[in-house]
């Protein structure tokens, strides 16, 4: 049985994921699985951010990257970085879908495997798809009040375990 916390991750995976689908065709860098090693001694990244850390350092490290944001609890869109209120209590998230082991930019994917955008969720966790391919889901996680970075989590989704168990407890 899926656990509340995989329920809401995968719900904020399904959100996230049409923010990624409606972004422009510029280019965006893409993460690295080494982009996601989180030093949990020091709860720092690999790019050097840690707790108390401010916007400058936080966008110094990932301003290059698609951030989502949610503000006191609301769901996860996409914002300038002009625009994040990095002094409200909010949480940021830096994703990315991984498949077998290489990141992949949803608009290429897409273009690709000949598939509509509002389609690429369906075909990442079809039963076909996750019988010949490793899908991944990396997300980190940074906890924002009064302008400093009060936690960092990096979690990740294996949809050829977690997910297949969603859409067995969705059907049931």
């Not at 790019?47 to 949610?70: H, N, P, Q």
């Not at 966790?125 to 009064?146: A, C, G, K, M, P």
């Amino acid at each position: 049985m899926m656990t509340k916390k995989k329920a809401l991750i995968l719900l904020t995976v399904l959100s996230l994921s049409l923010g990624l689908l409606t972004g422009c065709k510029e280019s965006t860098p893409l993460l690295t699985a080494e982009d996601y090693t989180l030093d949990t001694a020091n709860n720092k990244t690999n790019r050097g951010v840690t707790l108390g850390d401010t916007s400058d350092t936080f966008l110094t490290a990932y301003g290059e990257y698609k951030i989502f944001t949610s503000v006191d609890g609301s769901d996860f869109q996409m914002l300038a970085h002009e625009e994040i209120p990095f002094d409200s209590a909010a949480t940021t998230l830096l994703p990315t879908f991984f498949v077998d082991g290489a990141p992949i930019d949803p608009d290429t994917f897409c273009e690709e495997n000949e598939i509509e955008k509002s389609n690429l969720i369906d075909f990442l966790s079809s039963e076909d798809y996750l019988n010949s391919h490793r899908v991944e889901y990396y997300y980190l996680i940074f906890t924002w009040e009064n302008g400093a970075i009060t936690d960092i989590r990096s979690e990740y989704m294996d949809y050829n375990e977690d997910g297949a168990n969603w859409l067995l407890y969705n059907v049931a």
